[in-house]
């Protein structure tokens, strides 16, 4: 059996709470001392919605002194889960143009996002409405999904994760109907003389390559 591998990049604004997400999802632990990451990578093989997958997250800094944002984008990741903190209006100010860095490099249809308005538990101190932030994802589309998250409180925080293989692997599975769809459409019956034949032309994968397959069928 093989194990469908997920890509995931946490990106964000510095101090927002993307480690200690990803923390709490690895390890059910609370860090409270804040040390900005200069980047990290993690591996997790959880079984989500019964299929077993092997999770591979990178860790991005969100302090310009350790990288940019562009030096951190990654074409190969599959999904991204985008964290702003409820307490910073800044650093919720700063997704749009994140993510139009992002459509730049996947493209629309490619573009996969959890959006995790984290610190929830500090609510007194909130600075973005819960309404803004669903209002965001429902701009970026169907491939988008909004969790309010605390890490702190350990709200939500294992969501954000199933949620964006669920998104990955719903379009995933899409596009090999799609493939399966074409197979069974593209077949064109010619009749010549007493021979029958029927083209088949694969699937858009293989066509690529020019892969067409032709079956004949003789009539005596
Ligand atoms: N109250 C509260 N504090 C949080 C929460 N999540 C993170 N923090 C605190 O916010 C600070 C920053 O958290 P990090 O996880 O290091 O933030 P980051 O986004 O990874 O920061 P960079 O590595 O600089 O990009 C730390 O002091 C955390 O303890 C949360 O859900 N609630």
């Known amino acids: 059996m093989t194990v469908p591998i997920y890509k ?15 923390v709490q999802y690895f390890c059910e632990n609370w860090v409270p001392d804040y040390e900005p990451t200069v980047e990290d990578s993690l591996r997790k093989a959880p079984c989500i919605d019964g299929t077993p997958v092997l999770l591979e997250i990178f860790d991005t800094a969100g302090t310009e002194q350790y990288s940019s944002v562009a ?6 990741t599959d999904g991204y889960i985008i964290v702003y903190s409820i307490t910073s209006r800044k650093s919720f100010n ?22 995790a308005g984290n ?19 429902k701009r970026w589309g169907s491939n988008c999904a909004f969790f309010e998250t605390s890490a702190k409180k350990r709200i939500n925080c294992e969501d954000v994760f199933i949620q964006i293989v669920r998104i990955i692997a719903a379009n995933r599975k899409l596009s090999t109907n799609q493939n399966k769809m074409h197979l069974l459409i593209v077949v064109k019956f ?18 690529r390559y020019n892969l067409v397959c032709y079956i004949t ?4």
């Open 8 to 22: 995931l990049t946490l990106l964000g604004d510095a101090y927002v709470g993307k480690t200690a997400i990803l």
């Open 71 to 76: 030096n951190q984008l990654d074409a190969e």
């Open 119 to 137: 610190k929830c538990d500090l609510n007194e101190e909130r600075q973005v409405s819960t309404a803004e932030g669903q209002e965001l994802a």
């Open 190 to 207: 010619c009749k010549n003389n007493n021979k029958f034949s029927i083209k088949f032309e694969i699937s858009s994968t293989l066509k």
């Open 94 to 115: 700063v997704l749009p143009a994140l993510y139009d860095q992002l459509i730049t490099l996947k493209g629309t249809k490619n573009l996969k996002i959890v959006i």
């Open 217 to 220: 069928i003789y009539f005596l």
